[in-house]
């Protein structure tokens, strides 16, 4: 079964494209893309997108040409924002405090630093006690029969995580992931900047009143880690520590939670790939890199051009804003072989999902880790699972997945 199959979304005509706004999370939300992609893919895959009163922007398909945008931070920079609705506003406050949206000699200080909480030698505790909670949680749901999959089990595990990484109390955590899931998507697509700036600086706010009580009082934890690190011979100021919390705490939940979520909606689409992986007959981690690839939970990365290159054939404009779209490269068929299709044990596996060159992921090993628990907790416990009711889609031009994915789970014993 193909993408386009699968999906309940009509497939958008790519005949349509003088006429959409790839900004609007509507179109992401209601329409099946892959048509579109491979179009652009074939005949212009650098595509000047422009929509009347709103600045254009260059949108890159193909796998090679957004590896070669990621990995040249030089010529095209994440500084002024990362993401299309942050480039379209005019740039990003966070520029140079925030390690996503800083470039250079900064960059590197500044990862360098978050990159000590992240290394798998330091993740070991917090992995040990994800994987059982992954465990418990599937038996829980396995137990009752029937779940939201999406509500029940992965929103409950990435957050935890991240929240323990970053010190966050237990009595928090079901606020805190209110906010995330509301800070870059709507369940509807209603438009609602103000109500998502508002909740973007509750989240900075939390944090900022957390650092101060970690600064009187330090913890073996990332706030405490980022308050007591010294960079270039001097603190991190109160605000590159926040913004620093805030995009650790976005990027560790959601994106990891789509990939759970859309991993077991693709399973269920496809049960011969199901009694693959159940019966053994792949690497678990072979499937991990599959759904990564397959779900793409980060539709896009931006970046602004600073000076003038050409960028498969095309003249891209200093200043000119840029964007890469993971979801198509990673259905690129000069990379991929056979992409429409959800297949387990696809190897080599070279995806963008987490970015590439020096903005890579820093929790690409974690978010690996909690996807392969699951994958695991469900493989060793659910012989079959099923659809029990409509799914829900997330509304965004930058998240994609699933908000709401209703099962049935047929114990393993049973099936």
């Not at 009580?213 to 990332?222: G, K």
Request: charged fraction near 25%; include cysteine.
């Amino acid at each position: 079964m193909t993408r386009a199959v699968a999906a309940a979304r009509p497939v958008l005509d790519p005949a349509r494209l003088a006429s959409v706004d790839l900004a609007d999370p509507r179109l992401h939300a209601e329409h099946d893309l892959t048509r579109l992609w491979r179009h652009l893919r074939d005949e212009d895959p650098v595509h000047w997108h422009e929509r009347p009163g709103r600045p254009g922007y260059w949108v890159i398909t193909r796998h090679a040409d957004v590896m070669a945008v990621y990995r040249d931070a030089e010529r095209f920079t994440s500084e002024r924002g990362n993401v299309l609705d942050t480039l379209l506003a005019g740039g990003d406050s966070a520029a140079g405090k925030m390690a996503a949206v800083t470039d250079g000699p900064r960059h590197a200080e500044l990862r360098g630093v978050l990159l000590r909480a992240f290394t798998p030698r330091a993740l070991e505790a917090v992995v040990a006690r994800m994987t059982a909670a992954a465990g418990e949680l599937v038996a829980t749901a396995v137990a009752a029969g029937e779940c939201d999959f999406a509500t029940d089990v992965a929103a409950r595990i990435p957050l935890a995580v991240i929240c323990d990484l970053l010190g966050v109390p237990a009595g928090d955590r079901a606020e805190i992931l209110r906010l995330t899931s509301s800070a870059l998507a709507s369940d509807d697509g209603t438009p609602a900047e103000l109500a998502a700036w508002s909740v973007r600086n509750e989240i900075l706010l939390y944090f900022a009143d957390l650092a101060q009580v970690r600064r009187n009082s330090p913890h073996d934890d990332l706030v405490s880690l980022l308050v007591t690190s010294r960079v270039a011979g001097r603190p991190l100021t109160a605000e590159e520590v926040v913004f620093n919390c805030y995009s650790l705490v976005l990027g560790g939940d959601e994106t990891t939670r789509y990939s759970m979520i859309g991993g077991l909606n693709a399973f269920i689409e496809e049960p011969e790939q199901w009694r693959r992986f159940t019966a053994g007959e792949v690497a678990p981690e072979q499937a991990v890199e599959e759904i990564l690839r397959w779900t793409t939970p980060t539709l896009h990365a931006g970046r602004t051009a600073t000076a003038d290159a050409v960028l498969g054939g095309r003249l891209v404009e200093a200043g000119d804003l840029v964007t890469v779209w993971n979801v198509a490269g990673n259905l690129d068929e000069r990379q991929f072989a056979d992409p429409g299709r959800f297949d387990v044990g696809r190897t080599p596996n070279k995806h963008l999902t987490f970015a590439y060159g020096p903005h890579f992921c820093l929790g690409a090993h974690l978010a690996r880790q909690e996807l392969g628990a699951v994958l695991a907790a469900l493989r060793d416990q659910v012989g079959a699972v099923r659809a029990n009711g409509p799914q829900r889609r997330v509304y965004s031009n930058f998240l994609s997945g699933l908000s709401s994915l209703p099962v049935v789970l047929t114990p393993r014993r049973a099936a």
